[in-house]
């Protein structure tokens, strides 16, 4: 296994607190940050590395032996940096999120349309089947957005469940952990847990994730090993769907009331027909330092 001096881990904490801020917007996937950071399927290898052999691997050989064998020293790294974001920005997420929504939303966008081409680079050779596998891809990540959030659930179980579905979201380029959450109405009890300290409900919701953390990453292992190119092309039309959910210009078409949450029904138009003040200018600031971030991540992922 490639030995990393500090320096290195260093950069993967930081990769880890970009992935982390990410997923802390509902509908832009800490995936995508992992993919053109250069650490996507090491991600994904080290999580497929925790089974049974590692368990026999740790009684036979001790427990370097099997950290070493986790790649250890990288999840740590990556899941520091992520816990880092997470508690340090969800209060800052939230308020930009309703003071300043389209600054924040143009930001994420440019990003995102950055890693599409970053993502498609990555094919070796677009053909006629890559091509309707990436329409494939963004049309179901399109629907996904479209489809109205629920009324916010607290019970346990569904709490388990939704961190289950939101890790498998998270780990697929394109797909946002957080706004499955939206959609089934566990985003606003996860969030108010991290500001409150209810950890609880961290637990549960953490031991959710890493059920659908062990389970959906064995199959991206193997259509990574088997169809790669296939899957790059899947993933790339997941990125460029998503793009329906954060464009930064929307009008309320309705609202509905669960109990004391008001649930609002969006849809997109363009700035001219935005009713408010649209930030053309911020917006646009926004988005390409959004884009030129892709570039440098893409930069920083030669220093593993």
């Given at each position: 296994?490639?030995?990393?001096?500090?320096?290195?881990?260093?950069?993967?904490?930081l990769?880890?607190?970009?992935?982390?801020?990410?997923e802390?917007?509902?509908?832009?996937?800490?995936?995508?940050i992992?993919?053109?950071?250069g650490?996507?399927?090491?991600?994904?290898?080290?999580?497929?590395?925790?089974?049974?052999?590692?368990?026999?691997?740790?009684?036979?050989e001790?427990?370097?032996?099997?950290?070493?064998?986790?790649?250890?020293?990288?999840?740590?790294?990556?899941?520091?940096?992520?816990?880092?974001?997470?508690f340090?920005?969800?209060?800052?997420?939230?308020?930009?999120?309703i003071?300043?929504?389209i600054?924040?939303?143009?930001?994420?966008?440019?990003?995102?349309?950055a890693?599409?081409?970053?993502?498609a680079?990555?094919?070796h050779?677009?053909n006629?089947?890559?091509?309707?596998?990436?329409?494939?891809?963004?049309?179901?990540?399109?629907?996904?957005?479209?489809?109205p959030?629920?009324?916010?659930?607290?019970?346990?179980?569904?709490?388990?469940?939704?961190g289950a579905?939101?890790?498998?979201?998270?780990?697929?380029?394109?797909?946002?952990?957080?706004?499955?959450?939206v959609?089934?109405?566990s985003?606003?009890?996860?969030?108010?847990?991290?500001h409150?300290?209810?950890?609880?409900?961290?637990?549960?919701?953490?031991?959710?994730?890493?059920?659908g953390?062990?389970?959906?990453?064995?199959?991206?292992k193997?259509?990574?090993?088997?169809y790669k190119?296939?899957?790059l092309?899947?993933?790339?039309?997941?990125?460029m769907?998503s793009?329906n959910?954060?464009w930064?210009?929307k009008t309320?078409?309705?609202?509905?009331?669960?109990g004391?949450?008001?649930?609002t029904?969006?849809?997109?138009?363009?700035?001219?027909?935005?009713?408010g003040?649209?930030?053309?200018?911020?917006?646009?600031?926004?988005a390409?330092?959004?884009?030129?971030l892709i570039?440098t991540?893409?930069?920083?992922?030669?220093?593993?």
């Amino acid at each position: 296994m490639e030995k990393r001096n500090p320096l290195q881990y260093f950069f993967i904490t930081l990769k880890g607190m970009a992935m982390g801020v990410a997923e802390l917007v509902p509908g832009v996937s800490g995936g995508t940050i992992a993919f053109v950071a250069g650490i996507y399927e090491e991600f994904i290898t080290a999580i497929n590395s925790v089974n049974l052999s590692l368990l026999q691997t740790l009684k036979k050989e001790g427990f370097k032996a099997a950290w070493e064998k986790l790649n250890g020293n990288f999840l740590l790294a990556l899941f520091l940096g992520m816990m880092i974001s997470i508690f340090s920005f969800a209060k800052l997420i939230s308020w930009l999120l309703i003071n300043q929504p389209i600054p924040l939303w143009s930001f994420f966008f440019g990003l995102v349309v950055a890693s599409v081409f970053m993502v498609a680079k990555a094919v070796h050779k677009w053909n006629f089947i890559k091509v309707i596998i990436f329409l494939i891809g963004a049309a179901g990540a399109f629907y996904i957005t479209t489809l109205p959030p629920s009324a916010n659930s607290e019970g346990l179980f569904f709490i388990f469940l939704s961190g289950a579905l939101a890790i498998c979201a998270m780990i697929l380029p394109g797909i946002s952990g957080s706004f499955i959450l939206v959609l089934l109405g566990s985003y606003k009890t996860v969030l108010d847990a991290v500001h409150e300290r209810d950890f609880k409900i961290i637990i549960i919701f953490s031991l959710g994730c890493l059920f659908g953390l062990l389970s959906f990453a064995k199959l991206l292992k193997w259509m990574f090993n088997n169809y790669k190119d296939i899957t790059l092309a899947l993933l790339t039309g997941f990125i460029m769907g998503s793009l329906n959910k954060i464009w930064p210009w929307k009008t309320i078409l309705d609202t509905r009331t669960y109990g004391d949450k008001v649930i609002t029904i969006d849809k997109n138009v363009l700035p001219s027909a935005f009713e408010g003040e649209p930030q053309v200018l911020f917006a646009i600031v926004a988005a390409i330092v959004g884009f030129a971030l892709i570039f440098t991540l893409e930069k920083l992922a030669s220093k593993k």
